[in-house]
């Protein structure tokens, strides 16, 4: 139980374009949904938090208007990276806070953007 | 905020040998401590966790300590095998309210590399 769908795997884009991840959950109501950047061989760092039907809460020196954060349903969070360029390439983890019983943490399999 | 400290950054065993990283942190309202394991372009795993109200919890070769005292907890990995090796996180989380509620800090990585 407790699985999050992470679309697309990989994705490659011109720079300006824009570009939507997608993370579903599958079995489970996903209130709140957390982003993660992680470059080659360094820890995640935290992009924002998002709460199901209200704004994104952005952690410090993350950019909101490059970075929207959607999270307009209980199953559905998605991230769109803005007028892309090349440093934004990185490899993106979503996270999804649930609770059985106990609260625990699911991520999905991440999707690797690279911006040409 | 949460800063966790994780060690060591890269870490190799033999075969069979048994393997510890530690992590050390500084919120003390932090009470949910998870080990992911994350390969190679892919979102990272839960493998181990343990919450504030025990010391020690195992599952089958793995184990965590936690030391609330002395804010430190570790990963004990037994009879390592070729398929061990990935990068190991660990992360903390405060979920009892506060500004960090129910946000994972993690710590910085190890590489585990485990020789046949």
């Known amino acids: 139980g407790a699985v999050v769908s992470q679309h697309p795997s990989r994705v490659i884009c011109k720079s300006g374009t824009s570009v939507k991840i997608e993370c579903r959950s599958l079995d489970f109501q996903a209130t709140t949904m957390f982003w993660y950047r992680q470059f080659p061989k360094k820890s995640l760092m935290l992009m924002a938090t998002s709460n199901e039907g209200s704004k994104a809460t952005y952690e410090q020196g993350v950019e909101k208007d490059k970075f929207l954060i959607n999270h307009a349903s209980l199953t559905l969070s998605t991230l769109t990276v803005t007028s892309a360029h090349p440093e934004d390439s990185s490899f993106y983890i979503c996270?999804?806070?649930?609770?059985?019983?106990?609260?625990?943490?699911?991520f999905g399999s991440g999707t690797r953007l690279t911006v040409v | 905020g949460e800063n966790v400290e994780q060690h060591p950054s890269t870490l190799s065993v033999q075969e069979g040998d048994s393997a510890v990283i530690k992590c050390t942190y500084s919120?003390?309202?932090?009470?949910?401590f998870p080990w992911y394991k994350q390969e190679l372009g892919k979102g990272p795993q839960l493998i181990i966790d343990?919450?504030?109200?025990?010391g020690e919890k195992k599952d089958q070769r793995i184990a965590v300590t936690l030391n609330k005292t002395a804010k430190h907890f570790s990963l004990h990995i037994t009879e390592t095998q070729p398929e061990d090796s990935a990068v190991y996180f660990c992360?903390?989380?405060?979920?009892?309210?506060?500004?960090?509620?129910?946000?994972?800090?993690f710590g910085q990585g190890t590489i585990l590399t485990v020789h046949p």
């Open positions: 343990i919450r504030s109200n025990v």
């Open positions: 992360a903390a989380s405060p979920n009892a309210g506060g500004t960090s509620y129910g946000k994972l800090t």
């Open positions: 919120d003390s309202a932090s009470n949910y």
């Open positions: 996270s999804a806070r649930f609770r059985t019983g106990v609260y625990g943490y699911t």
